[in-house]
């Protein structure tokens, strides 16, 4: 395609839509999900609300179910969801616990001394956690709001059952109508344009702040705040959230195992044997794509937070740029790889699983940045000083000061690894299933009773590996309150006599 005719396209009226349509999508959902993934973290990590543990997990539960089944669910209901609604709805339901994690992680490892000592000059409630503790989330929320952007940027299920027209859609039209995919790839070319812009952002407005402790003393379990009145009011508004996020999608797959006749296909005709076989595919995949992701995001997480310059943040900020491709593209790039360059990898497990792990890659950065940031410098150095070389010191110190946030950021790859489509589709080896291309394909020809069991699986798998990598990498503060946070010395209703 020659430049004339690319400028030609790029200035089409329906391009102009599609980037009204994306941006606005973009804008909004991610102002939605830092709303209600930063309150829903604020409630459930350090106040007295009832059955912490339980809405600690139900508030995750939503990375569990592909968007697009979220998309399924709410077009059943309503035909008039169809659109931009129906679209930040589905996004904002789908998305908000990328924010609600690194954020719930960020506040457990959160010293509450400045936060005391605001409380003991006078600062209420509210100034405390404008003027304190949000400034110490910036990493968490930074990172948190631009895996929604990017996540947005490049979702195409759900938009493609919304007939909701974004680029990710319109690309794999152009894929689909031709051959060279020329049009496709000037369409790609402008999201990798607006990835760009979304890192720039998140870069100039972190700075160049530091929030590692470096004081002495030792730091203990933030107090857990009364809700008093407002008790059974932010209940009420967390059990609307998971009826909204989780609840609807399993309230229409029950409704649709049901259902009999060429629409629905019972769950008695579902092959236990191809169940059995999309499940270990799953498996095998998420923990590999887990493995890879988490070995590269290690070593950049920490030069991220432990060093300045530009050599650093280039390789940072690479390594959120897939992250803002399309899924298709990247796959069509690797094909394109392989069969003229790397022949024997085409087709291949180890293509599949590499490409997952290069494709959440920024998830798992994002997740060890935050958990990293809030490392304490001090003990590294004292451990160094002690004779520990950088290894031991990563397993003995960083590791364990780290290990809620590297939990959790292993937790969003494999959860998105297993619950990935568009790359799995086009690199899968011929005959493999996995849990996610098995409900595309039942959903596609209208057998949502057939689908229900893979996606019921895909939720329990995703959860199960959450409560695991939480367990493993560090003790969570969610559990029971007379244990895991101990009452301060200072009231948090009264502040000290000086």
Known sequence: MSGGQAAHFLLRPLVGTLLLNTVCLTAVSSALAIVVGTGAAWFVERTRLPGRQAWAVLLAVPLAIPSFITSYAWISISPALEGFAGAVLVVTCAYYPLLYLPVAASLRNLDPALEDSARALGCGPVVCFVRVVLPQLHPALLGGTLLVALNVLTEFGAFALLRFRTFTTEIYIEYRASFDGATGSLLASILIVLCLFCLMAELRIRGSARYGRIGRGVRRPASLHELGQIKWVVVALLAALVVVTTGMPLITTL????????????????????????????????????????????????LATRYRGRTVTLVERTSYLTQGMPGIVIALAMVFLTVHYLHPLYQSSALLILVYGIQFLSLAVVGVRAALAHAQLGLEEAARSLGLNVFQVAYRVMLPLAGPGLGAAAAMVF????????????????????????????????????????????????????????????????????????????????????
Not at 457 to 479: E, K, P
Not at 489 to 496: K, Y
């Open 255 to 302: 409704y649709w195992m049901t259902q009999h006749g060429a629409a629905a296909i019972t769950p008695a005709e579902v092959s236990p044997a191809l169940l059995t076989a999309a499940t270990l595919s799953s498996l095998g995949y998420g923990l590999g794509g887990t493995l890879i992701a988490m070995v590269l995001a290690i070593p950049i997480g920490f």
């Open 415 to 498: 959860i998105a690894v297993v619950t990935e489509l568009t790359a799995t589709l086009l690199l899968a080896p011929i005959g493999t299933q996995t849990l996610a291309t098995q409900v595309w394909a039942d959903t596609s020809t209208l057998a949502f009773a057939a689908a229900a069991p893979y996606a019921a699986i895909m939720m329990a798998l995703s959860l199960t590996a959450s409560w695991l990598l939480a367990r493993q990498f560090g003790q969570s503060r969610v559990g029971d309150p007379a244990q895991s946070h101990q009452p301060s010395q200072i009231s948090d209703r009264t502040a000290p006599v000086a």
